[in-house]
Nanobody, 120 residues
């Protein structure tokens, strides 16, 4: 019923910047919250940042000051601006959303992920 599509991943040098986008589409009534997770090789998936429908944001401590999350409710899109990237930021980044569909169902939806590689 609902799909998330990430874009913006790629290869960047350490210290560089990258902006990820996640577009939600389908039978959407309301997006209650959206967020970004990441998973590095051999590591557990971890929360990067999240934003509520009211605009309240949460960013993991190790990424505060470098990463910023924002959303455009009219476009059903969430963004992750990543600055001062480090090699340890290399991971697959996944978009996640809690969505109320037009049929009044609540779905926890995941995108397929976009790879971010930071070279040293």
């Amino acid at each position: 019923q609902v799909q998330l599509v990430e874009s913006g991943g790629g290869l960047v040098q350490a210290g560089g910047s990258l902006k990820l986008s996640c577009l939600a589409s389908g039978s959407i009534f309301r997006i209650n919250a959206m967020g970004w997770y990441r998973q590095a090789p051999g590591k557990q998936r971890e929360l990067v940042a999240a934003v509520s429908s009211a605009g309240t944001t949460n960013i993991t401590d190790s990424m505060k000051g470098r990463f910023t999350i924002s959303r455009d409710n009219a476009k059903n899109t969430v963004y992750l601006q990543m600055n001062s990237l480090k090699p340890e930021d290399t991971a697959v980044y996944y978009c996640n959303a809690l969505i109320a569909t037009r049929s009044l169902r609540f779905l926890d939806v995941w995108g397929q992920g976009t790879l971010v590689t930071v070279s040293s």
